[in-house]
Structure formats: C-alpha cells, structure tokens
C-alpha cells in the first residue's frame, strides 16, 4: 500500500509493507537520488546493507542514504514495516530513493 498519492506527495512518498514469516525479498535494490527510512511496526526483520546485516526489531528504523543496495528478509514471526523516501531520482519511485545506512532503535 503507497500514500504518496492520497499524501498530495511530489518528492515524498510512504509504504505500507508486510512480508510473510521468513520471506526474503527475491532481489536487492537501491535508489541514485532519494533517501528512505524503513521503522518496523511488528515483528523483526534482518536487512542486508550492502555487505552487512542488520538485525530490526518493533520500533526500529534503519535510514538508507543515496545509492545505497538493501535487502530485506522477514522474521519468524513475519514483518510489516513502513517505508518513507524523498527525493527526485529519475529512475525509480519517487517514494523510494537511497547511501549508507543509519539504524536507530
């Protein structure tokens, strides 16, 4: 689920993601131009950072800067987390662009 549109948001955009019990993302991604921050809302997630991983629990946010390849992989219990991104990258989402990652618990 994206607010960007309901939002009015041009640069600024939110995801709503949920992934099953020890789903992993089949592919990484990363964004030329945009930040984003991910905050896990329930349950826990590892995310690999471009070669390290990051273990996130309920409440934790992890900030991506520019250019920056990630991958998720849920918990035992599952994840659903929230995605928020600004900038302007041409060649992705607006909502989702990102350089290395900041973890904050």
Request: hydrophobic share 40%; proline share 6%.
């Amino acid at each position: 689920m994206t607010a960007r549109k309901a939002l009015g948001g041009k640069t600024l955009g939110l995801s709503l993601m949920t992934l099953a019990p020890n789903f992993r993302m089949p592919f990484g991604h990363k964004h030329e131009a945009q930040e984003e921050v991910y905050v896990v809302l329930r349950g826990s997630a590892r995310v690999k950072v471009e070669d390290e991983v990051v273990d996130l629990a309920e409440w934790d946010a992890i900030r991506f800067g520019t250019n920056t390849m990630r991958t998720v992989e849920a918990g035992p219990q599952g994840v659903e987390y929230l995605a928020f991104g600004a900038g302007d990258d041409p060649a992705t989402p607006r909502w989702s662009r990102t350089g290395g990652a900041t973890r904050s618990p």
